[in-house]
């Protein structure tokens, strides 16, 4: 034993392994664990150890990192994991510990500290693949298992040394709401767990800190109670009708037996609100599907009042709009209820909410790429009405280069573009004027066209118009402006501003055309 010691020491990744008789050990050096985990009668798989190709902090380096953590510095706390995996993973595949008196890891002394980005960011880095495979530096995954939701799962359910308790303890005991949401948010985190008085941390709400304010430990016990979603389940094509689907949650997700009928039409979820309560989550499904009615009152006092007020109601936004009728009265009860609101549009091919900044950006990162597109192919035609030579692919360079335009704003791009645009279309309707009559003449039968000077001069001060499909508004494009947020900043989102307000220039020219529906089928003209 003194001798396989001393030969082990000589080698800094040597690893023992036992086995029952010297034959065994004998097959396995000579074919490997996989073949000796065929020989053997036990059906469990046997898993190559991996290990690290970094270098272990010493304890000097661990106490740094725990101060980067303290002191809130996300940037170079991601720096030092992703420089060095081994401040976030041990030699063990455990956790690394940062204080060794009580063991705390990193999730913990974020937890204490009450940062829930830096949480977040613990998290996301130990769940990522790419930080795995960089921390054993290899390519595919040898285990039967995710070691990135294994790793998410310690991280979040290690209690610590002295007192028992997970990060989910600390962050509830000590208030920090926004931890708590963070945390609960990953379904490996387990909040039935006790530390070591047995006390869960539904429990220990606020017993170190804001004890009287009651506000927030209601706020934190609803975090702690399972989170419910409440979603709209649509057809494609709307097939059939939308449906309010009942109340799932991560561990009771969507009813499976929804598209077991091969004959039905296949139905997907489509929008959601949440995370609430179970009770809230009830009380808002049941809301939705029998929303409050407007009684007329035969009072001629209130007659025009009667009118707007059954147009707003939820009643006639699901009537008048069959594709996103449904979504407007949930949007509007995800801000009553304040939770959140998640709707599917088919042009992002994503989930967003367009009244917060993360939806109000992705689509103004679409509007700018649309914007793009037909600012490339202006070019394009300006070339080819120029007999320029027109690069047939990216390392061809262009002759009439210096036509492009210089680098301008966002605003002053999309004015150019639109101009372009206006030119282009004036251009065509010259040629079409010096062509033989004969060729092309307007029927006698036909109407002659009167445009009207105040919409003509409008157009001309605003130029072309750009939307979600092409140069004209769509239903698309309504939709979208019924779920936009009331305010948009025109320095943080330029492109979206300009949309609106096309949309809203769209619909004073032709009130009729956004209003058919609702009034074709809530006021007949008799």
């Avoid at 009152?297 to 009643?315: A, L």
């Avoid at 009207?452 to 409008?458: G, R």
């Avoid at 900043?489 to 209003?515: G, I, N, S």
Wanted: some cysteine.
């Amino acid at each position: 034993m003194e001798s396989a010691l001393k030969v082990i020491k000589t080698y800094k990744k040597g690893r023992f392994k036992s086995f029952k008789n010297y034959s065994a050990a004998v097959a396995y050096a000579k074919s490997g664990y996989k073949q000796f985990s065929t020989n053997n009668y036990s059906t469990t798989a046997t898993v190559q150890e991996q290990t690290s190709n970094f270098k272990a902090p010493s304890p000097q380096d661990l106490s740094a990192f725990k101060r980067l953590i303290e002191s809130g510095n996300l940037e170079a706390v991601k720096n030092t994991a992703w420089e060095n995996p081994r401040y976030l993973i041990s030699s063990g595949d455990m956790p690394a510990i940062l204080q060794m008196g009580s063991r705390y890891n990193a999730l913990h002394v974020a937890a204490k500290k009450g940062y829930a980005e830096m949480c977040e960011l613990i998290l996301n880095t130990v769940g990522d693949p790419k930080f795995i495979q960089w921390h054993y530096g290899e390519n595919e995954c040898k285990t039967y298992v995710n070691p990135a939701q294994i790793m998410q799962d310690l991280y979040l359910n290690t209690p610590d040394k002295g007192l028992n308790e997970t990060p989910l303890h600390f962050a509830v005991k000590f208030g920090f709401k926004d931890v708590v949401r963070v945390l609960v948010s990953y379904s490996q985190c387990i909040r039935n767990l006790r530390n070591k008085y047995n006390l869960l941390p539904v429990d220990i709400i606020c017993t170190r800190k804001c004890q009287e304010n009651e506000t927030l430990k209601r706020e934190i016990l609803m975090l702690l109670e399972d989170q419910y979603y409440v979603p709209v389940l649509r057809a494609e094509g709307n097939a059939c009708p939308p449906i309010i689907g009942e109340p799932f949650s991560p561990t009771k997700p969507l009813d499976k037996d929804l598209n077991k009928d091969p004959k039905s039409p296949r139905v997907e979820l489509r929008a959601f609100a949440g995370p609430m309560t179970k009770t809230q989550a009830v009380e808002f499904r049941k809301k939705w599907k029998t929303p409050p009615r407007i009684r007329l009152s035969p009072c001629p006092k209130r007659g025009q009042g009667d009118i707007h007020d059954i147009k707003s109601s939820p009643i006639a936004m699901r009537l008048e709009d069959t594709e996103k009728g449904l979504e407007r009265v949930g949007r509007n009860l995800a801000e009553e209820y304040q939770v959140s609101w998640k709707e599917y549009w088919p042009f992002l091919k994503d989930f967003v909410d367009f009244r917060n900044d993360d939806g109000l950006t992705k689509f103004e990162k679409y509007l700018q790429q649309k914007f793009k597109d037909y600012k490339e192919k202006l070019f394009y035609s300006e070339n080819l009405n120029n007999n320029a030579y027109v690069p047939a692919s990216c390392e061809d360079v262009p002759i009439n280069c210096q036509q492009m335009p210089p680098k301008m704003d966002a605003i002053n791009d999309i004015q150019y573009l639109c101009d372009k645009l206006c030119s282009l279309s004036s251009e065509l309707d010259n040629i079409e004027k010096d062509t033989d009559s004969s060729e092309f003449f307007t029927p006698p039968s036909s109407p002659e066209l009167i445009q009207d000077i105040d919409d003509h001069m409008e157009t001309a001060e605003e130029g072309c118009q750009i939307f979600i499909e092409g140069f004209s508004p769509s239903d698309s494009d309504y939709a979208v402006y019924n779920a936009l947020s009331s305010v948009i900043c025109p320095e943080t989102y330029p492109c979206v501003y300009r949309w609106r307000h096309d949309m809203q220039l769209a619909m004073k020219r032709d009130p009729c055309r956004f209003d058919k529906k609702s009034r074709r089928k809530l006021f007949p003209i008799n």
